[in-house]
C-alpha cells in the first residue's frame, strides 16, 4: 500500500526501538498521562451529567414545577385547575395541602412537611409510585389518616407498616385549662425510598381531606395547585403569567427557588471542573513536546541524511508531526475506550467499594442523593477526544519547526 515518506517515517519512528530508552519512556509516558486525563475528563464529566439527571428526573420529578396558591383556603380547585390549564405549557394540575409539624413515636422526634395529596390526581404532577417500596399510594383514603413516609424517617422513628406516629402541629388549641398543641394520630401505610434526604427524611404523605380537617377547613377546601410544566425551564415565567391572569388573591413558586440554587451549582460545577480537567489533558498533551524534542536531538543525523538525500524542511516538519499525532491519537483512543467503560461501570463500582469497606461516600444527609450516578453521553465523549486530538496536534508544531531547521553539516561535522 502507497504511503507518503513523511508517513512511513513518521510512524517508523514512533514504533522503533530507540539507542536512547529513556526518550522511548518519556513517549509512553505522555502516551499514558494523555490516556489517563481523556479517562478522568469522560469519567467525572459523566458523574456530572449523572447529577443532572437525577435533579431532573428523581427531584424534579417529586417536587412540583410550579405552585399556585392564595393567601386563604381555595374552594373549589376544580374551576381553578380549569382555568390553569387553558395554558398551553400546563402538563396536569394536582391540588394539595401542607403542614409542617413534628412526627413523634415513642419518644423519638421527627421533623416533617405534611403533603395531602389525591392520589389519582398526584400521579400526574409525580413519580412518587416508581418510588414506593412498602405499602401503596392508593391507600391513602379519606378518614382513614393514613400517612407515607420517607425510609430515613421511617429508620429513625422506628416504625413500620401499621405502626401508629402522632403529628404535632405548631399550631395551637386554646381550651379553659390553657393552650394545647393540636396532635392527631396517624397510621403509617406506605414507605418510599427517592433516594434524596431532604425527601426521604421530612416529607410524608397524607391524604388531602385529612389534611384539610387537621387545618380545620372544610373536606373540599385546599392550600394550592401542583403544576406540571412541558417544559421545567420555563417554569418561572409561565407560573407568573397564570398567577397573573388568576388575580391578585393568587400567587406562584417555582422550583428555582427551591431547589434552583441546587441545579445551578450543579452546572457551573460540571462547567468549571471541565474547564480544570481540560487543562489536565493540556499538560499531558503537551508533555509530547518534551518527548519529541528529545526525538528530534536523538535523530539529528537521520535528519540530516535526509536533508541530503533531497528532502524538503516541510518533509522533515510533516515526519515529526505525524509522530507526534500518532503518540496523541494512540493515547486519546485507549484513554477514551477506558473512560467509556470506567463511566459506564463506575455507579456500580463506587456502590461495591462503599459495600467492602462499610462506608458511605454520598450521605443523604449532605447531599440530595446518596450515590453516585453516572450517565455517558456521546457528545462528551467526542468533545473531549477532540480537545485531546487538538491538542496533540499543536504540541507537535514547535519540535517539528524545529526539526526542519537542522542543518545537515553541523549536524553531521561530530558524525
Known sequence: MFRPLFV????RYTRAKRRNHFVSFISLTSMIGLALGVVVMIVVLSVMNGFDHEMRTRVLGMVPHATIESAKPIDDWQALSARVKQNPQVEAVAPFTQMQGLLTNNGRVQKMLLNGIDPAQERKVS??????????????QPGQFGILLGDKAATKLGVTLGDKVTFV???????PGGMFPRMKRFTVIGIFHVGAGELDG????????????????KPEQV??????FTDLFKAPRTAYEISHQLGDDY??????????????AIGMEKSMIGLLLLL???????????????????????IAILRTLGSTPGQIMAIFMVQGTVIGVVGTLVGAVLGILAALNVSAGVALLEKLIGHKFLNADVYFIDYLPSQLQSQDVLMVCGAALVLSFLATLYPAWRAARTQPAEALRYE
Not at 413519580?127 to 391513602?140: N, P, R, T, W
Not at 489533558?281 to 539529528?300: E, G, P, W, Y
Open 8 to 11: 512511513f517515517i513518521g510512524t
Open 127 to 140: 413519580i412518587i409510585d416508581a418510588f414506593v417500596k412498602q405499602g401503596s399510594l392508593d391507600a391513602l
Open 169 to 175: 402541629s405548631p399550631e395551637v388549641t386554646v381550651t
Open 202 to 217: 421530612y416529607v410524608g404523605l397524607t391524604n388531602l381531606q385529612d389534611l384539610s380537617l387537621l387545618h380545620r377547613w
Open 223 to 228: 392550600q394550592g395547585l401542583r403544576l406540571k
Open 251 to 264: 400567587y406562584s413558586r417555582d422550583w428555582t427557588r427551591t431547589h434552583g440554587n441546587l441545579y445551578q
Open 280 to 302: 489536565i489533558v493540556a499538560v499531558a498533551a503537551f508533555n509530547i513536546i518534551s518527548t519529541l524534542v528529545m526525538v528530534v536531538n536523538d535523530k539529528r543525523g537521520d
